[in-house]
Structures are given as structure tokens and as C-alpha cells.
């Protein structure tokens, strides 16, 4: 099992910035990749920034050159500990969300039309994110 906690959300105005965090703790040995998803009082949850262990990252259109994917890992004799960063830049009142953290590892298959699926699949609690004025 891996376990992820989220922090860093908050209030901002428009125009500012913020960065999420999620400690990723557990048999994180499994894990290939991690992202972060968002989901909107009206919307699906939706892709917004992705992240592989070989140091490929992925961002949806709506975020490009605002956001930036990254990570950090600790290794040491008692534990090892991951961390991904969601530094927020120039954000945007479309951007208030509820983000959670996803860690996946184990490919398997990509249903037609739908998120693919993974041996190892886990979600963080979610962090909100408002932006307003």
C-alpha cells in the first residue's frame, strides 16, 4: 500500500501563486509515476500535470507555462520518501479545484475512452484550490 498526503492548498487572488505537496509513503517501489488531477464543483476530474521516474513530465493544454510538475526523494536507512510538487504560477479563477495526487504503477490496459488502468492505483484526500478576488 502507498499512502499520499496532500498540502499546500489555500485561497489566492488571481494572478498569484501557490505550490502543492504530496509526500508519497509505503511500498513506493511499485510506483512509476505520480500526477496531479483536479476536479471543479461542475467538472469530471480531469489530468493536469504527470510525472515519470525516468523524468518525463505531461501537462494539460490549460496549464502549460503556468505550472510545473516535480519531484523529490529521500532515501535513507530506516524509510524511503517520495515527494511531487505542484508549483501554481499566474492562476486563474477557472483553476479553483479540489487537486488530489495520484501514484500508478504496473500499466495494464487503456479502455476505450477512459483512463487507463494500473496494477497500482492511489489517490490522495485532495487539497482545494480557490482563486478569487
Known amino acids: 500500500q502507498v499512502q499520499l498526503v496532500e498540502s499546500g492548498g489555500g485561497l489566492v487572488e488571481p494572478g498569484g501563486s501557490l505550490r502543492l505537496s504530496c509526500a508519497a509513503s509505503?511500498?513506493?517501489?511499485?510506483?512509476?509515476?505520480m500526477a496531479w488531477y483536479r476536479q471543479g464543483p461542475t467538472n469530471e476530474r480531469e489530468s493536469v500535470a504527470m510525472i515519470t521516474f525516468g523524468g518525463g513530465t505531461k501537462y494539460a493544454d490549460s496549464v502549460k507555462g503556468r505550472f510545473t510538475i516535480s519531484r523529490d526523494s529521500t532515501i535513507s536507512k530506516d524509510s524511503t520518501k517520495l515527494t511531487v510538487y505542484l508549483q501554481m504560477n499566474n492562476l486563474r479563477p477557472e483553476d479553483t479545484a479540489v487537486y488530489y495526487c495520484?501514484?500508478?504503477?504496473?500499466?495494464?490496459?487503456?479502455?476505450?475512452?477512459?483512463?487507463?488502468?494500473?496494477?497500482?492505483?492511489?489517490w490522495g484526500q485532495g487539497t482545494q484550490v480557490t482563486v478569487s478576488s
Open positions: 509505503g511500498s513506493i517501489g511499485n510506483i512509476e509515476s
Open positions: 495520484n501514484a500508478v504503477g504496473g500499466f495494464q490496459t487503456v479502455p476505450a475512452g477512459k483512463r487507463p488502468l494500473y496494477e497500482y492505483d492511489y
